[in-house]
């Protein structure tokens, strides 16, 4: 499982990495490139570039102290689909659960109607 920063990170090589080719990114571009609100520094770049990289999410042709030579993959490049998916399937599942839930309520307060109106008759 990927975090959040991994997550940025790897979109925005995808975002870059357009045409399937290797591309040469500072470290500095890398940390500007991700929001804000992550906090990220040169070292959380490089930690993450390397957990994308034994991920096999990017593959990593060269890395220096300033730099770095990657290219998105194929599982790098399905991931956010692949998230997509699920979150659309978890919604599915949730209505089919209300649904279900809404119709057992329903016939559990027909039936106990029913039994209250058949104790009402015989007593």
């Known amino acids: 499982m990927l975090d959040n920063r991994s997550l940025a990170l790897l979109n925005y090589i995808n975002g870059e990495c357009v045409n399937s080719g290797y591309k040469i990114f500072s470290y500095s571009e890398l940390v500007f490139a991700l929001?804000?609100?992550?906090?990220?520094?040169?070292?959380?770049?490089?930690?993450?570039?390397?957990?994308?990289?034994?991920?096999?999410?990017?593959t990593v042709k060269y890395q220096d102290g300033d730099e770095v030579c990657l290219c998105p993959t194929v599982k790098g490049r399905t991931v956010f689909e692949t998230r997509l998916q699920n979150v659309i399937d978890e919604r599915r599942k949730e209505k089919k659960y209300f649904l279900a839930c809404l119709t057992?309520?329903?016939?559990?307060?027909?039936?106990?109607?029913?039994i209250y109106a058949l104790i009402g008759a015989l007593l």
């Open 35 to 58: 929001p804000k609100t992550l906090k990220s520094d040169k070292e959380n770049v490089v930690e993450s570039v390397n957990h994308l990289s034994s991920r096999e999410y990017v």
């Open 104 to 114: 057992g309520s329903f016939v559990g307060s027909l039936v106990g109607l029913i």
